[in-house]
């Protein structure tokens, strides 16, 4: 399983925009970039994934370089409910066998 | 559609005692996979079943253990218990099948709390 490197956390204002890298060089070829956001107390929530340049969903927008070594999430404009813990995954889709580690702890800060 | 469930959500057990916990999976999900959540660890894959066959697994110790009914229910088994088994148990579905998306559906977990 290709290992993942976050920061554990990090601060931010209310209403900016939050980006949370995370560096993956053993990513294999077959392998997606997953992300989930886990609240207090629950369990992990899907937010977004793909292979490679930019995917964009309602949520969030992935940033992924050619050669796929690290990827950025971008959260715009958060709120107070955005703080929460964020994973970064990398794994093929036909494994579910997914390595989360600990994660990156985000603090919004009103 | 409902949800992944999981029970108990809550439970107190002591050392050497074991535990049984259930999940129920996304009607139709095939897949099923068990995690452990503690602080210090963070979140780790525990074992992996599909079509009531053991698929993947973690590094855990043999104490560990899991099962998946034809329902695609499954329960995961934990004997002679230790205080650091203490932790969040969560479980996952998924369609499990070449079409997977890689996104996996979590219950709120079971909270095992060893003394």
């Known amino acids: 399983l290709a290992k993942t490197t976050q920061p554990i956390s990090m601060d931010s204002y209310e209403g900016q925009e939050v980006n949370i890298t995370c560096s993956h060089n053993n990513i294999a070829t077959n392998d997606y970039i997953t992300w989930y956001q886990q609240f207090p107390s629950q369990g992990p929530r899907f937010i977004i994934q793909g292979y490679k340049t930019k995917v964009t969903n309602e949520v969030a927008s992935l940033f992924i370089p050619a050669d796929r070594k690290s990827s950025t999430l971008s959260l715009p404009r958060v709120s107070l409910s955005d703080t929460a813990v964020y994973y970064c995954?990398?794994?093929?889709?036909?494994?579910?066998?997914?390595?989360f580690g600990k994660g990156n702890q985000v603090v919004v800060i009103p | 559609k409902a949800g992944v469930t999981q029970t108990p959500r809550y439970l107190i057990k002591t050392r050497g005692q074991q535990v049984t916990l259930s999940c129920s999976p996304i009607?139709?999900?095939?897949?099923v996979s068990w995690y452990q959540q503690t602080p210090g660890q963070g979140l780790q894959f525990l074992f992996e079943y599909f079509s009531e066959t053991q698929r993947n697994k973690g590094n855990f110790p043999g104490r560990f253990s899991g099962r998946q009914f034809s329902n695609s229910r499954s329960e995961m088994n934990v004997s002679t218990l230790e205080l650091g088994d203490s932790a969040l148990y969560l479980c996952?579905?998924?369609?499990?099948?070449?079409?997977?998306?890689?996104?996996?559906?979590f219950g709120e977990g079971s909270r095992l709390t060893v003394l």
């Open positions: 996952a579905s998924s369609p499990g099948t070449g079409t997977n998306t890689g996104e996996l559906f």
């Open positions: 995954l990398v794994g093929d889709n036909g494994n579910n066998r997914l390595a």
């Open positions: 009607s139709g999900h095939r897949s």
